[in-house]
């Protein structure tokens, strides 16, 4: 029995060497793998065997999208204005062999390479540009560093100009140029406004008018219409008139006494002359003697039955 000590001893130290050498690979990580202090391989996503005393993990890189915001650096414009502007740089490391070997210490050689290619940037762009071209110069970052960082197995995904801080002097006389901007603005659309209420007031009255002179049009119309009518009536009545005249066959004596009427009617007082034909003259003349007439014998009525009376 204790001849076989040494061998189970020999036996587990063995067991756990074995098993100190088996490694499993994280989602999303990767591990450079040295043998003899040589790069020999990558190990992806799984189960691998390391072998004992021979080969090492160099390095453990997370293939995450990683984001990385660096403090604000001085930056001088093109009209010699000195700004702090950070920036946010999203990056992902495409190749770990290259991440590994490429760069010493990749993040502090993004942060300078993020820094000059900034300076650069703005060195050509005046304030004003600046501060109104941020996705330009995003756009124009991301170009530039992800070329640069391709060698060190880096894939710049975007770069995001975080903030930026002019002097405190322009930034007051952007403040007051923003206040007398949108008291401007506000005049313009008060001066629209005001404008827009007097064309719709005119709009009103000019509608106003044209209604109304169409109602005074119809008025006009109606009221001539009526007359029109009323005159059609009374002349076929007239007419209706004369036609049962007509039928009856009046007699001269009957047409000469409506004459007379007609004469009696038109001598109204209305007229200060009056021309008579003469058929009604004559009439006249006979109505005149029979009144005569009439009135000499009221006269003498009297002094007949006085007479009769003595």
């Known amino acids: 029995m204790i ?4 061998f189970l001893f020999i036996l587990a130290i063995v067991i756990v060497i074995v098993v100190a050498n088996i490694k499993i690979v994280p989602q999303a990580n990767a591990f450079v793998i040295e043998r003899l202090g040589a790069y020999h391989t990558t190990w992806e996503t799984g ?8 080969d ?23 009209d010699n204005v000195t700004m702090q502007i950070d920036t946010v740089v999203f990056f992902q490391i495409s190749d770990p062999k290259s991440f590994t070997y490429g760069v010493e210490r990749p993040l502090s050689a993004i942060e300078n390479l993020t820094a000059t290619t900034l ?23 991301r ?10 197995g880096i894939k710049v995904n975007r770069v995001e100009l975080k903030n930026i801080m002019p002097p405190s002097e322009i930034q007051d006389a952007m403040e007051k140029q923003m206040k007398a901007e949108r008291q401007r603005r506000e ?13 719709l007031v005119a709009e009103g009255k000019k509608e106003s008018l044209i209604l109304e002179a169409e109602a005074d049009k119809e008025a006009a119309i109606r009221r ?16 209706e008139g004369i036609r049962r005249i007509n039928e009856s066959h009046p007699s001269k004596e009957v047409l000469s006494l409506k004459s007379l009427e007609a004469f009696v009617a038109a001598a109204d007082g209305r007229a200060t002359k009056i021309i008579i034909p003469s058929e009604i003259q004559a009439i006249a003349g006979l109505v005149s003697s ?9 006269e003498d009525l009297p002094l007949i039955d006085e007479t009769k009376n003595s």
Do not use: C
């Not at 703005?122 to 995003?138: F, H, P, Q, W, Y």
């Open 119 to 141: 300076r650069n940037i703005i060195g050509d762009l005046e304030l004003d540009e600046s501060l109104t071209s941020r996705e330009v110069i995003n756009t124009r970052m």
């Open 56 to 78: 090492r993990i160099s390095r453990r890189v997370s293939l995450k999208e990683q984001v990385v915001d660096f403090p604000p650096q001085p930056v001088i414009t093109e």
């Open 290 to 298: 029979l009144t005569e007439i009439s009135k000499t014998a009221k």
């Open 3 to 6: 001849e076989y000590i040494p």
């Open 224 to 239: 001539a219409e009526g007359q029109a009518e009323a005159i059609v009536t009374v002349q076929t009545a007239t007419a």
């Open 143 to 152: 170009v530039i560093l992800d070329e640069a960082t391709d060698p060190w």
């Open 47 to 54: 189960l691998h065997f390391k072998m004992p005393f021979i």
């Open 187 to 199: 005049s313009i659309l008060r001066a629209e406004g005001e404008k827009r209420s007097a064309i």
